[in-house]
């Protein structure tokens, strides 16, 4: 987390960590709009473009956390 988010803001980006994923980098979450949310922060597939395209590179730890702290 310490680094892609400013020193402040570590300690509430675990917090959303765990509350989104439970520190689980492989958590999916399927939602009611055919939506679906990937890896530590839950980042949903509307940002695909963040990563080429390659959702499944959201299971990566650093990718998502560091596509979490660009949304």
Known sequence: MAQYFPP??????????????????????YNANGSVDYGLLQINSVHSAAVG??????????TNIRVAATI
């Open 53 to 62: 395209g390659d959702l499944d590179s959201l299971y990566d730890p650093a």
């Open 8 to 29: 402040s803001q570590v300690d509430n980006a675990l917090t959303i960590m765990r509350l989104e994923s439970g520190g689980n980098p492989g958590a999916t979450h």
